[in-house]
């Protein structure tokens, strides 16, 4: 929790949490992998030989920290070189001088996976490992992004809202217009737009927007949302 309060961007705060994890496990490299349409990503990494190594599961679509990620469950490799497993990215790893690792889960079975994922040199290096205190970084992780997309799905609500909301005084302007040169009701107004709208195939908004521009010569003014004084 003091991380994410001392950090100013969710990446400045995955960052905190791989470097925690190096340092915890005296491993080679550390990285985050952040999975949306199954397209991963690491997103931040500490250690030179973290990135290498995912990019060679993603370039296969497989491999211990896809596994964690996908399926939910920690993912440990206790030697590499009598791993069977993911095609030959187990001789590649060895070949980087990785011989084990240990891939944790983040936001598991929401639509933003991921794993914590942490490379070391010797084999069996994870046998000894904190794994409560590397469960517990994985779990941070899970609650920063769940924050971030909670945030962004707002964030999207509310542009969603203020477009709604300017289309309907558009719309509303544009009625008035009807109203007045058809001495109509609202309703039947409505009705003229819609139709107009389904004959030339353009959304209603446009149409009213064309309609009131080319009466007073500007586009229509639109509100809004305001907060609350």
């Known amino acids: ?27 080679e490299g550390v990285g985050v992998t952040i999975e949306r349409d199954h397209r991963p990503l690491t997103v931040v990494s500490a250690g030179p030989v ?26 440990i490799v206790e030697d590499m070189l009598g791993e069977t497993r993911w095609g030959d990215y187990p001789a ?27 490379y070391a040199a010797p084999p069996h290096a994870f046998t000894t490992a904190d794994v409560r205190a590397l469960r517990s970084l994985a779990e941070q992780a899970t609650g920063a992004i769940a924050l971030a997309q909670r945030i962004s799905e707002a964030q999207e609500f509310v542009t969603q809202m203020q477009t709604a909301m300017q289309s309907r005084s558009v719309i ?52 809004g949302l305001r907060p609350r004084p």
């Open 1 to 27: 929790m003091q991380w994410l309060l001392e950090t100013e961007t969710l990446e400045d705060f995955l960052q905190s949490l791989a470097d925690a994890a190096v340092e915890l496990t005296r491993a």
């Open 50 to 75: 973290a990135p290498k190594l995912d990019e060679k599961q993603y370039g296969q679509d497989d491999g211990p920290c896809l596994q964690s990620a996908r399926t939910g469950e920690e993912v």
């Open 92 to 118: 590649y790893a060895a070949a980087s001088g990785i011989r084990s690792s240990f891939s944790l889960p983040i936001a598991a079975r929401t639509h933003t996976v991921g794993a914590l994922n942490l």
């Open 172 to 223: 509303d302007q544009a009625l008035g217009v009807v109203m007045s040169q058809r001495r109509c009701t609202a309703d039947e107004a409505f009705g003229i737009l819609r139709s107009a709208s389904q004959h030339r195939n353009v959304k209603l908004r446009d149409l009213c927007t064309e309609l009131i521009t080319n009466l007073t010569g500007r586009p229509p003014t639109v509100s």
